[in-house]
C-alpha cells in the first residue's frame, strides 16, 4: 500500500506540474501576442508618419516647382519688356541714309559711315550711270533707298534710277551718286580726278540746329 500511495503521490505532483507548465506557455504566447501587436501598431504609426512625411516633401516640391516656374516666368517676361530705346525708330533694311558732314572742303554730303559722295560729269540728269565696268570699281555706285539724316535738311532732292544689272541707285537732284573706293572715312581725295568727279558742297546751315 505505500508503494502504491507514492505512486499516486507521484502522479499527482506531475500533473500539477504539467498544469503549471501549460499556463505558462499560455502565458508566454499572451505576452509575445501583446509584443508582436504592438511592434504591428508600431510599423503601421511609422508608415502612417512616413507616408505623412513623403506627402508632405511632395507638397513642398510641387511648391518650390510652381515658385520656380513663376520666377522663370517673371523673368522671360521682364526680358520681353521694350528697352529704354523702345521710342526710336531704325531705317528698314536696304535704306541708305546720307548726311551733312565736314570735310577739309567744308560741308559736303556723306553717306552715314562716313564716305564722302560724288558725282560724275559725264552723267545725265535723271539719265542711268553712265561709270560702269571697270569704272564702277573704282567709283562705286550708292545704292539703296535714300534717306536724309535725322538731323539734316538737304536743299536738293533725292531720288533712285536703275543702273546696271538692274540697280537701284540713288540720286541727288537727277545725278547718281558715287563714292571713291580709294578713299578713306571723311576724305575728299576723290574731288576733281580727270576733272569729272565732284563732291556735292552744302553748308553747315543744312544741319537743324546748327
Not at 92 to 99: A, M
Not at 121 to 140: E, F, I, N, R, Y
Not at 149 to 161: C, E, L, T
Request: aromatic fraction near 6%; glycine fraction near 12%; include cysteine.
Amino acid at each position: 500500500m505505500r508503494k502504491s500511495g507514492w505512486t499516486v503521490a507521484t502522479g499527482l505532483g506531475s500533473l500539477v506540474l504539467l498544469l503549471t507548465a501549460c499556463g505558462g506557455s499560455s502565458s508566454s504566447s499572451s505576452t509575445a501576442g501583446a509584443a508582436s501587436d504592438t511592434a504591428t501598431q508600431g510599423t503601421a504609426v511609422s508608415s502612417a508618419s512616413t507616408g505623412s512625411s513623403s506627402s508632405t516633401s511632395s507638397a513642398t516640391s510641387t511648391a518650390n516647382a510652381k515658385a520656380t516656374q513663376s520666377s522663370s516666368a517673371s523673368k522671360q517676361t521682364a526680358e520681353a519688356q521694350p528697352s529704354s530705346n523702345a521710342g526710336v525708330t531704325f531705317p528698314p533694311i536696304g535704306t541708305t541714309v546720307l548726311i551733312v558732314q565736314h570735310s577739309n572742303l567744308g560741308w559736303v554730303m556723306a553717306k552715314a559711315d562716313g564716305y564722302v559722295v560724288y558725282t560724275y560729269a559725264k552723267d545725265s540728269k535723271d539719265g542711268a550711270p553712265t561709270c560702269t565696268g571697270s569704272c564702277a570699281s573704282v567709283w562705286t555706285p550708292v545704292t539703296g533707298m535714300p534717306k536724309a539724316g535725322p538731323a539734316d535738311n538737304f536743299p536738293g532732292s533725292f531720288g533712285v534710277v536703275t543702273g546696271a544689272g538692274g540697280t537701284k541707285v540713288i540720286t541727288y537732284n537727277g545725278y547718281p551718286l558715287y563714292t571713291y573706293a580709294g578713299a578713306s572715312t571723311l576724305s575728299t581725295k576723290g574731288n576733281g580726278i580727270d576733272g569729272m568727279w565732284h563732291v556735292i558742297k552744302l553748308s553747315e546751315s543744312d544741319i537743324s540746329g546748327a
